[in-house]
């Protein structure tokens, strides 16, 4: 007797063959978003070294921020060539319910630099930037009266 051979060949399908090896990868569950200081210290980072203009940043802010944020562009911005900035610390205290005050050590290069920020919880429950400073004091204290 003959054995017959299929026509089709071997079965062809969409999907990959059988996994055989036994070891598995970690299973990814839902990723918790990040904490509101370290969202806004990416996205101040951004309009600070050029790759985001400040009217992109202006609906996050409320109050003096956003004239604090365009005095520091136009006095001391980060570096918008060379190394790109890292963040090496994040920190917050919580003063008062719905209230971040912010600071975050950032290097560009050799230099060291200090950024704080303060946060404010909005009627709309959304994070608004209420003040902005880098290197020092604010642009309101070193204007003249």
């Given amino acids: 007797m003959q054995k017959v051979l299929s026509r089709r060949g071997p079965r062809r399908t969409s999907r990959p063959p059988a996994r055989r090896d036994t070891r598995r ?4 569950g839902p990723q918790a978003p990040p904490h509101p200081a370290e969202h806004f210290t990416d ?16 609906r996050h802010t409320r109050g003096h921020a956003f004239e604090d944020l365009l005095w520091l562009l ?3 911005p980060l570096a918008r060539t060379g190394p790109h900035p890292r963040v090496h610390d994040i920190g917050h205290y919580e003063p008062d319910s719905g209230v971040y005050e912010v600071f975050a050590r950032i290097s560009v290069g050799p230099r060291l630099h200090a950024l704080a ?3 404010a919880r909005a009627e709309d429950l959304r994070w608004r930037c209420t003040a902005v400073d880098l290197d020092g004091r604010t642009p309101r204290e070193t204007e003249a009266p």
């Fill in 117 to 119: 920020f303060r946060l």
């Fill in 74 to 76: 136009a006095h001391r």
């Fill in 43 to 58: 996205l101040l980072l951004l309009v600070l070294t050029g790759h985001r203009p400040a009217v992109w940043f202006a």
């Fill in 25 to 28: 990868p970690p299973r990814v």
